[in-house]
């Protein structure tokens, strides 16, 4: 990316237009993965779905904890301990 950048004499660089950039190589260049990253990549994004699921579960909770208030803290507060074991065990 830094040689097509160079190329095209794209100097300045913000997120819009590094974003821009590498979709504009993307279109033109279109470069493919070998099969083997494309499988680890695949692995990667399997183990990524369920921690993000249960990051959302629990950020849930946390959010009905300050809607509801007392009457239902005991149970978001166990179901929290919960996510958080969840959350420690898919990082490891």
Known sequence: ????????E????TDN???A???E?????QPTLPPKKIKNLLAIKDLL?????VMEMR??????IKVMGKSFERSCKRLIKVF????ARLEK
Do not use: C, F, S
């Not at 990316?1 to 095209?8: E, H, L, N, Q």
């Not at 190589?25 to 260049?29: E, G, H, L, P």
């Not at 950020?59 to 009905?64: I, V």
């Open 10 to 13: 794209q100097l300045e660089k």
């Open 84 to 87: 958080d074991i969840e959350v």
């Open 1 to 8: 990316m830094r040689r097509y950048t160079g190329a095209i």
């Open 25 to 29: 190589y993307a279109a033109i260049v």
């Open 17 to 19: 237009i590094d974003a």
């Open 21 to 23: 950039v590498i979709a």
């Open 59 to 64: 950020t849930k909770e946390l959010n009905r």
């Open 49 to 53: 779905a369920p921690h993000q699921q």
